[in-house]
């Protein structure tokens, strides 16, 4: 577990080397966030999803060194460091050295809220050279990360189909309720349908070295555009499954994230600009079947938040519809005729 005093000492802002004026605290199911001045620290929760295992120190550490790792491609001036955190002879908790170390926190630059793409968004003054600017980030980026023996690895069908088949298991006792059970056989339908006709789209994909070790969790919450310069954050180093693939899986995502939000056209000029930059002129070919699949996975991960006894029912309410979203935009996707 984290040390009791973890979360009360670092809400202090004498705990901090540069002292900030204020401390806020963020929680995600994963981490505690702390917003310290024009620095940010991230210590990981000692928990076990199964899909993550942060219950030792020796791993949170670990997984703090990749983060910054992983994240440095996309965004190398926000990752700072990873930062030990002591407690000293007296018991007290301090960020540095010279004690025992009982964490590990992530460092980074503050962004600015308001130069993040999803509130750019919300406040509509996102620009066609906005998202242009992005495509050609992300195209230079991924660019420059291989095509290696390890990634190819989880290009091939029988990974694919795993993790498709395993988005339908985990969302099956969802049908009826926040999407039809006519809704949830198409898109299941269409996607084992498009997988078996395609078996050898795959290892043209693979050959073509479009398998890579990618972001994972490419949506408009990770982006944020400044005017001299575009950061990609918190892409997934907890599991290597989530992660790397067909690099159009991640372009599919945040293709998805525009339609959801309503502006298809500028998903359209995200994709063609990232194609055009990139020359992956075969990524058309599986667009649409990674759209469907990163549309389900946010329907799954919404639909989880169904299960939370703890919820209240607004929120219950919010996260039922934006379900229901997810499966609705995931449906038209497979009748939607080309």
């Known amino acids: ?14 705990f901090y080397p540069h002292r900030p004026d204020t401390v806020e605290l963020i929680q995600t199911h994963i981490s505690f966030i702390f917003i310290a001045g024009d620095l940010v620290y991230k210590v990981k929760k000692a928990v076990d999803f199964g899909f993550l295992d942060f219950t030792t120190l020796e791993k949170r550490k670990y997984y703090c060194d990749e983060e910054v790792l992983l994240n440095r491609r996309f965004a190398p001036d ?4 990873v930062v030990g955190i002591i407690e000293n002879k007296e018991g007290s908790l301090l960020l540095g050295s010279g004690g025992t170390i009982i964490e590990y926190a992530v460092e980074m630059k ?7 793409l999803y509130r750019l968004m919300e406040a509509g003054k996102v620009t066609e050279d906005d998202v242009k600017r992005v495509g050609k980030y992300l195209a230079h980026a ?7 023996e390890k990634a190819r690895t989880f290009g091939t069908f029988d990974v694919i189909s795993t993790n498709v088949i395993e988005n339908f298991d985990q ?3 969802y049908a009826g309720s926040p999407v039809s059970e006519k809704a949830f056989n198409a898109i299941e339908s269409w996607s084992r349908s498009f997988m078996d006709e395609n078996s050898a789209l795959f290892d043209i994909r693979i050959g073509q070295g479009h ?3 990618c972001h994972g969790d490419l949506h408009l919450q990770h982006i944020c555009i400044e005017d001299d310069a575009i950061s990609i954050f918190d892409c997934i180093e907890f599991n290597e499954r989530f992660r790397f693939g067909d690099v159009a899986s991640d372009v599919a995502f945040l293709s998805m994230d525009f339609d959801f939000n309503g502006r298809n056209d500028l998903g359209d000029i995200f994709v063609n600009t990232y194609i055009d930059e990139s020359s992956d002129t075969a990524l058309h070919d599986v667009l649409r079947f990674y759209k469907v699949y990163r549309a389900m996975v946010r329907a799954k991960v919404t639909s989880f938040m169904l299960d939370d006894g703890g919820l209240d029912d607004v929120s219950r309410h919010e996260a039922f519809q934006k379900a229901k979203r997810y499966y609705d935009l995931a449906y038209e996707y497979v009748t939607h005729e080309d």
């Open 1 to 14: 577990m984290n040390h009791p005093n973890l979360v009360e000492s670092m809400l202090k802002p004498e």
């Open 78 to 81: 926000v990752y700072n460091n």
């Open 110 to 116: 503050k962004i600015p809220e308001e130069r993040m």
């Open 142 to 148: 991924y660019g420059n990360i291989p095509s290696d």
């Open 171 to 173: 969302t099956r006792k």
């Open 211 to 213: 398998i890579k070790d």
